[in-house]
Nanobody, 124 residues
Framework: QLQLVESGGGLVQPGGSLRLSCAAS????????IAWFRQAPGKEREGVSC????????DYADSVKDRFTISRDNAKNTVYLQMNSLKFEDTAVYYC?????????????????WGQGTQVTVSS
């Protein structure tokens, strides 16, 4: 059974850092494109970052470029999202999602396997 479990969320002050983890079970992550999405209260789910199955190609939303870094550790079957210089507007529930083949942009409709989400709150 394919399962994704996110962890690493929490409360952090503006300017702080967090590292989110997305651990997979039941399948091998390196054959999948993995994306991080987030959803704030009253807003639509939005793409944050994406790492392709074909290699190390990555995509980032403009709002997180140069602050967030996505990476994968195939030995641990885990994908990470390192988040630095966090801002109030980064507050959301963060989800990871997996799909075998994703052409073009990483949008939620292309992903059929989702984790349960982890809350990130940026507050002073």
């Amino acid at each position: 059974q394919l399962q994704l479990v996110e962890s690493g969320g929490g409360l952090v002050q503006p300017g702080g850092s967090l590292r989110l983890s997305c651990a997979a079970s039941g399948f091998t992550l390196d054959y999948y494109t993995i994306a991080w999405f987030r959803q704030a209260p009253g807003k639509e789910r939005e793409g944050v970052s994406c790492i392709r199955s074909s290699g190390s190609s990555t995509d980032y939303a403009d709002s997180v470029k140069d602050r967030f870094t996505i990476s994968r550790d195939n030995a641990k079957n885990t994908v990470y999202l390192q988040m630095n210089s966090l801002k109030f507007e980064d507050t959301a529930v963060y989800y990871c999602a997996a799909a075998r083949l994703v052409f073009g942009r990483c949008v939620p409709q292309k992903f059929g396997n989702w984790g349960q989400g982890t809350q990130v709150t940026v507050s002073s």
